[in-house]
Structure formats: structure tokens, C-alpha cells
């Protein structure tokens, strides 16, 4: 407000003639620098990403966070492989929270910005929200723990990991041998390594767990310094990002190269991905966010989808052993947190044998039920864990209905 609206019957006069508002001003600006700048100097000293982009995550959609974090490529091939599309009517009413509604209504209800539907490797249905697109990179949260099985699996398949390996064994330089000496490639597969690093996502908290892990510009150091344990290793099941993390570390060191060109090389371009990738980093030219934050379009996460569907191949070529397949499709001895789970992959309590999905906080799904020949890609801004099990009912209700009704 300025002085001749405060006072309408004065006349503003220039601040030269008031020498007491001008160092006032100058004592104001000067408080709001050091301010910045003891908030550039705190972001720094954490080692997290600077206060301009804090501020920005801490209002924009988490379809919108890929941005601006970053990022190394995933090249895709110079040819995608085709995916034919042909539109078929799909159950526009589905089961939710114990009435029948409109599938539009669910949709709006979880904030969905994409909804694709594959049946028999055919795209029937295709709707994303305005605004967005075929070429549209959507962040795939906790997607990528199912990504990152599947490496792990090529891996394994190579030979160059196996499910019985030792944490200190391959990463040495995490120097904790009293912890990481206990804890296996499967235990962590299983997400039952024990770390104690609490999976929040609360914003009042943003160092604490996997929140502080999302955010360290150094993801090495920040495992490294949380090697605590809050149960014996392969004793639980407990969902904890780290497991993941841990995952991925293991993956780049094997192979001696980036996450990121791994993915690349072993699934993006042999399944015939559509569009670069891209897979966020803790800073620049650093360590892939390995338990999240794969950037993609809608339909390269559906192909991934199929793949799986398709006993690891693409195009008839084996890309993903068919041995681990089996393995995501059977749960594992103990469940996660009151889920059927194994490997990187979620089965729904109560679901079809068939019947697997990759989650991602704030309602990223790929969904694959083999035995009806469905892939369902949903991409949202939801709340962080919310209504999952009503989602995968829906996408089941789906599943069933097109494998009852002949193809028309």
C-alpha cells in the first residue's frame, strides 16, 4: 500500500525526503537476504535440493515433480515397436467403496490424468485427462520397484547376481558388515531387509525415512548412515523404499554403469519403448532415485505391463526369463504389510493367482492379470496410499468383464 493511499489528503512525498523510511527499507531487505540466505545455506548443509525447489514440491501436483530434479535418459529405441490399438467398449460401470458407479466418476474421484486398458496386446482403451498426451512423461513413484526387479532378474538370469548374495559382499564401501553382512538380495527383493527407515511421506517431516532419502543430493552416504535395524533380516516383510535403493546400487555396480543406460540396454529398447525415459537423480550427473521417479509415457508403462503379461517377452524376444516371471507371480513366504508380495510386485489380498500389480504412491498402477490377457495403466495425483484396494477392484471387475465378453 503506499503512502497517498494510506493518507489520501497528503501527497506522497519521495522517499529521499523520509531518510528514516529508507533505511527501514534497507534493514527489511536486507533481513529478507539473510533469511535466503541462511535457507541456501541449511539446503546445502543437508544436502537436499535448494529452497526455490522445495517451495515448488511443496505445492505442485506429483504428476509435475520430474522436472525438477536431475535426470540421466533412457534412450529408447530408434523404432518403437508398434502397439495396435483398436477401440473396444470396456465396463463403464465398475465396483467402488460398495456401490456401482460410473467408471468417469472413479476416474475423477482418484485424480487420474491417464487410463489405458490393454486386452491380448491390443490398446482398447485410451483416455487421458486434458492437457496431456500420448508423449506426455508421467512419474512413475514406486512403478520403478517393478522395473528394477526385472533388471534384477536379467541379472540373476546372466549370472551375475544371485538371490543368495550378501549386501557387504557387493558393496563394500557401505562399510556396516554387522548389517548389510545379514541382509541378502532376497531379502531385499522381498522387502525384508529389517533397515529401519520409515517409508513417510508426511510433508511436516520431509527429512524423515524415505522422504529424506527422496530429497539427499547424496543417496550413497544417506544408506550408508542409515544401516540400523528394526528386525532381523528375512524375519517380516516390511515395505521400506531403501530395500530398492539398495537394489539399484547393487544393479549399476554389477554391470559398472549407470542405472539408467542399464534399463536402456536391457528393457526400454528391446520391448520397443515409444519414448526416451528419463529417471531422476539425487544431483547432477549422480545415483538414480532407483525406488522411484522413472518419467515415461502412458503407453511405454503399458508395454512394460505387457511384457510381464507375456512371460518377459516382446516382439516374440525374450527379454525378462520366464523363471522370473513365475518368481513375481508367486508370493513370497511373508507378506508386506498384510499384502501378498514378491519381488518388487504387489498381489492384491484376495486376488486372482494371475493377478499382480506395480504401485506407485499417489495412484500409479500397472496392473497384469495373465490369465484374462489384461494390462490397465493408471496414472493419478491421489492421495499418497489411498483407496488401492478399491482401484484394484475396479481394474479387476475390468479384467473379468472382457475376458467374459467375446471381442466385438
Not at 489528503?9 to 540466505?37: E, F, N, Q, Y
Not at 506429483?62 to 523404432?79: E, H, L, T, Y
Not at 543430493?217 to 544417506?222: K, P
Request: glycine share 8%; proline share 7%; net charge neutral.
Amino acid at each position: 500500500m503506499t503512502a497517498s493511499s494510506a493518507i489520501p489528503d497528503s501527497p506522497a512525498r519521495p522517499c529521499r525526503d523520509r531518510p528514516w523510511v529508507r533505511r527501514r527499507g534497507l534493514i527489511a531487505a536486507a533481513g529478507t537476504v539473510a533469511t535466503a540466505g541462511c535457507a541456501w545455506a541449511a539446503c546445502a548443509l543437508l544436502n537436499i535440493p535448494n529452497p526455490v525447489t522445495l517451495a515448488a514440491l511443496a505445492v505442485i501436483e506429483p504428476s509435475s515433480v520430474g522436472p525438477w530434479f536431475p535426470s540421466r535418459v533412457v534412450k529408447a529405441p530408434d523404432q518403437a515397436r508398434d502397439l495396435p490399438s483398436r477401440a473396444r467398449p470396456i465396463l463403464d460401470r465398475v465396483p467402488w467403496k460398495g456401490r456401482t458407479v460410473p467408471l468417469m466418476d472413479v476416474l475423477a474421484a482418484t485424480r487420474t490424468n491417464a487410463f489405458l486398458v490393454v486386452q491380448d496386446g491390443v490398446l482398447i482403451h485410451e483416455w487421458q485427462r486434458p492437457g496431456t498426451g500420448p508423449e506426455t512423461l508421467f512419474p512413475s513413484w514406486s512403478v520403478a520397484k517393478s522395473i528394477v526387479s526385472l533388471l534384477v532378474g536379467a541379472a540373476v538370469a546372466r549370472g551375475q547376481l544371485a538371490e543368495t548374495d550378501r549386501v557387504s559382499a557387493l558393496l563394500p564401501e557401505l562399510k556396516n558388515a554387522a548389517v548389510f553382512s545379514q541382509i541378502t538380495v532376497r531379502n531385499l527383493l522381498d522387502m525384508a531387509s529389517g533397515i529401519a527407515v520409515p517409508e513417510n511421506y508426511d510433508p511436516s517431516r520431509p527429512l524423515t525415512g524415505t522422504a529424506g532419502m527422496y530429497l539427499t543430493r547424496d543417496i550413497a552416504a544417506f544408506v550408508r548412515d542409515h544401516a540400523h535395524l528394526a528386525f532381523k533380516p528375512g524375519s517380516q516383510g516390511r515395505y521400506r523404499s531403501i530395500d530398492t535403493e539398495l537394489l539399484g546400487l547393487i544393479l549399476a555396480r554389477t554391470e559398472g554403469r549407470p542405472l539408467a543406460d542399464i534399463l536402456s540396454d536391457r528393457i526400454w529398447k528391446p520391448m520397443g519403448a515409444q519414448a526416451d525415459a528419463t529417471w531422476n537423480l539425487d544431483r547432477p550427473g549422480g545415483v538414480e532415485k532407483a525406488f522411484c521417479c522413472i518419467n515415461a509415457t502412458a503407453r511405454d508403462f503399458a508395454r512394460l505391463g505387457l511384457l510381464v503379461a507375456d512371460q518377459g517377452r516382446a516382439g516374440g524376444a525374450r527379454i525378462i526369463p520366464a523363471r522370473w516371471i513365475e518368481r513375481i507371480m508367486t508370493p513370497a513366504k511373508r507378506a508386506v504389510d498384510g499384502w501378498p508380495y514378491s519381488a518388487q510386485w504387489w498381489h492384491a489380498p484376495g486376488g486372482d493367482d494371475d493377478d499382480i500389480s506395480a504401485i506407485g504412491v499417489y495412484g500409479q498402477y500397472v496392473y497384469v492379470n495373465r490369465r484374462t490377457g489384461t494390462v490397465i495403466v493408471k496414472l493419478s495425483d491421489h492421495g499418497a496410499e489411498q483407496d488401492e484396494i478399491d482401484t484394484l477392484a475396479v481394474m479387476q471387475a475390468i479384467a473379468a468383464d472382457l475376458a467374459a465378453e467375446p471381442a466385438r
